[in-house]
């Protein structure tokens, strides 16, 4: 009995099931029931067996039932059904205890024995948002850094979305399991999560690969494993559906300091259903099968497939009226702090009482970056106070921050009326400097209005960077005061090449066209190419990360359209599709410790996960205009339905109609982590969580005259093609006011 999908066949063979692509076997499993149960001592241990009966429904459907008894008394009935859907195979899984013996919970797994290799180094992985190839550049105690491990298994609420894929490195074969549908309900919440529990609600599961010993394992607190033999034999590698999901095994982030023990702490957290008579599990999965040449295009596809089934239904929100509610935000809170004009640098939340107040270039303050939206704003809506208030924000900057070596100082404290010694990162410093150069432009050419200072700063700022970047092209994650080096990776390079192309288009020098397009080259080559979008959280350390692959994007984006040479199509399309693995499209219930959350009415999807084996915000909400503009270049439709997503769903995490209960509409919180299902979050508020949300509304409209992109794409094909020519319309408008307005 076989069924088959493209060109491989899924066999069942005495009870076992074997998938192969030709005469070659891939993937099997002899014993596909399988069971944990924590033992009346709560240690765990696991059984497997052959399926009794399999039964060909149709061509497509194969159903495979048998029951697993194990020595201590408990029996465990399982009904397996297989069926062809498409691009996947389908397993509905249904588990029930028959009999009940001493043991005090269970969980069941459906893996597949990886037959080409079973040594895990043979491997890329991919889970979105947590492992990438073989996670080099994860911090240590991320899931995937020590391959040595027995167990690799993680919440797949871990993963933006519920997946998790191997790809023979030599052989290009690739197996992925997903969850089918998003369908976790709420786990107890009157049970606290231990290390070895037991929850009859839980549906959460876990996805991942394991090639265990016969023996126990569970960690005592300290990291002491306890293991006992036991009869079960692992032929090898595998790739894991494990229902309820456990996590682990992980490297411990701390140790008990006051025990002297000298092992390798690690925690392995077990969750287990009720051994009790008549419970029944019930979940399905997916299986992908295919080929790929590398692990790029892997990805690629396998997050294509999965978003295509478990993509969240898109937010209702009317962004008009999202973008006054945001500006109002930025007016009322934008003030003088001594001579210096800005927002405060985070709010507790609801009623945005003001804990710190510090001024950021960019990052995560994005002072100038207000300033530019503040007049922006204020001149298409004739609000002054708006206007005047952006201006005095950048006059600040040009004003105060600039050193005479050309590197601006980044961090204003106003009390100490200083600036704070925050490291120079190559990325912070383009979000100001771009801001600046901005709002330099949007007078120049909207009002006739001549900020030759603000230029003269942009370019004193730029000649600098030029000065130092490096023979290869590149440049330093950050610097110190002096210029020196302070961070040496170089992985970042990509952050500062929009601002050099934009400063070439309004100066027309090409030292800035030059140097953007060596950083080009060197991205392309070390970070494109490897994937190695490291580095671009300014208060993280240098790993794998969400914003280096948004600034690639925005970076290789501006050379396409200043070159349109397609070399920097590839990278920007590469960068893209890496980028939006980040970003939870499904979705599952959340609660939060606070009455007053939008988490409580809306959706956690849009949301995204900020650095490998981090926690999410909503950093991608500022990528949708881009992905629309990705689309019109590539008319890729999936780039079209993405940027429409992140548009609409990243605004859940924010009040957007007041009705949750905020001092006001728009607000939203900075970060947090859900993977528990419980939201854990500083409930304040930040410059950059509202900016980030209106920054490409402003372009949107600007660019397209809509606030919607389903406006946007009413308009005529030959009207969409001229308004995404953004840099040609830059340069018309630039010769326009260098000839048609007095300087002012």
């Known amino acids: ?115 080409e290799s079973d040594d895990p180094r043979d491997y890329y992985c991919f889970a979105p948002g947590a492992w990438y190839k073989q996670n080099e550049f994860a911090p240590e105690y991320v899931m995937g850094k020590d391959l ?3 167990y690799f298994w993680q919440f797949e609420t871990r993963f933006a979305l519920p997946l998790f894929a191997m790809q023979n490195i030599t052989s290009g ?55 006992k033999d036991i009869d079960t034999v692992i032929e090898g590698l595998s790739i894991d559906y494990v229902y309820p999901g456990c996590n682990g095994e992980f490297p411990a982030r701390r140790r008990y300091l006051g025990l002297d023990y000298k092992g390798k702490a690690k925690t392995f957290q077990r969750v287990n259903h009720p051994v009790k008579l008549g419970f029944e599990q019930n979940y399905a999965i997916a299986i992908n099968l295919g080929h790929y040449e590398d692990f790029y295009k892997m990805m690629r596809d396998i997050w294509r497939i999965t978003y295509e089934r478990l993509r969240d239904r898109y937010f ?23 001579k210096a004009y800005g927002l405060p640098f985070s709010c507790q939340l609801p009623n945005l009482d003001v804990s710190s107040v510090s001024f950021q270039f960019g990052f995560v303050g994005q002072q100038p970056g207000i ?79 001549e900020k030759e200072a603000w230029l003269e700063y942009c370019k004193k700022a730029a000649d600098w960077i030029v000065d130092i970047q490096n023979d290869d092209g590149s440049f330093y994650r950050a610097y110190n005061i002096d210029g020196s080096m302070r961070m040496e990776s170089k992985a970042t390079t990509p952050s500062i090449i929009r601002f050099l192309v934009y400063l070439y288009l309004v100066t027309d020098s090409e030292k800035y066209k030059i140097a953007a397009l060596k950083a080009g080259e060197y991205s392309y080559k070390n970070v494109y190419l490897s994937m190695e979008y490291r580095g671009g959280t300014c208060d993280n350390a240098d790993i794998l990360d969400k914003e280096a692959g948004i600034y690639a994007l925005f970076g290789f984006l501006a050379l396409f359209d200043l070159t349109k040479e397609q070399k920097w199509l590839e990278a920007a399309i590469g960068a893209a599709d890496y980028t939006e693995t980040w970003t939870y499209v499904w979705k599952f219930p959340v609660v939060t410790p606070w009455p007053k959350h939008p988490f409580n009415k809306y959706s956690i999807s849009g949301q995204s996960i900020i650095t490998v084996g981090g926690g999410a915000d909503v950093y991608m909400a500022a990528c949708a205009y881009t992905y629309f503009r990705l689309y019109l270049i590539t008319r890729d439709e999936h780039y079209l339905d993405f940027a ?22 728009g607000l939203g919180h900075e970060s947090g982590n859900f993977t528990n299902q419980i939201l854990e979050s500083h409930y304040h508020w930040l410059p950059w969580c509202t900016f980030v949300q209106v920054e490409p509304i402003i372009r949107l409209y600007e660019t397209f005259g809509v606030f919607e992109i389903e406006d946007a794409m009413k308009l005529s094909e030959e009207m969409l093609k001229k308004q995404n020519d953004i840099y040609d319309n830059l340069l018309c408008d630039l010769r326009k006011s260098r000839g048609g307005f007095d300087d002012k």
């Open 1 to 115: 009995m076989e069924l088959s999908i493209g060109d491989y066949k899924l066999n069942f063979v005495n009870g076992g099931i074997e998938i192969k692509k030709g005469e070659k076997l891939l993937y099997y499993n002899k014993k596909p029931l399988y069971i944990s149960v924590k033992t009346y001592m709560a240690i765990t241990e696991f059984y497997d067996a052959p399926y009794n009966e399999v039964i060909q429904v149709n061509e497509n459907e194969i159903r495979a039932t048998g029951t697993l008894a194990i020595k201590t008394g408990s029996e465990f009935l399982f009904t397996d059904v297989y069926e062809v859907k498409g691009k996947v195979i389908k397993v509905t899984r249904k588990v029930k205890v028959t009999k009940v013996g001493t043991d005090l919970g269970f969980g069941s797994k459906f893996s597949l024995i990886m037959n």
């Open 148 to 150: 040595d491990n027995e």
């Open 173 to 227: 074969e690739t197996i992925a399991l997903s969850r089918w549908a998003s369908d976790i309900s709420m786990r107890s919440l009157d049970i606290f999560p231990a290390e070895n529990y037991v929850d009859p609600k839980f549906t959460i599961g876990s996805i991942g690969m394991s090639k265990p010993k016969s023996k126990t394992l569970n960690y005592m607190y300290y990291g002491f494993p306890v293991r």
């Open 316 to 338: 209702e929100v009317d962004n008009k009226l999202h973008y006054h509610n945001c500006m109002k935000i930025f007016i009322k809170y934008t003030q003088k702090y001594g």
């Open 371 to 449: 300033g530019n939206l503040l007049i922006h704003y204020g001149d298409t809506e004739s609000n002054f106070e708006a206007f005047q208030k952006g201006v005095e924000i950048i006059e600040f900057w040009v004003n105060n921050s600039m050193t005479e070596t050309g590197l601006p100082k980044v961090c204003y404290h106003p009390a100490i009326e200083d600036f704070e010694p925050y490291p120079h990162y190559i990325r912070m410093l383009a979000d100001g400097l771009e801001a600046i150069l901005d709002a330099y432009v949007y007078l120049k050419v909207r009002k006739g209005i």
């Open 644 to 665: 429409k997503f992140i548009y609409k769903n990243t605004r859940q995490s924010t009040d957007v109609d007041g009705s949750c209960g905020y001092i006001m509409p």
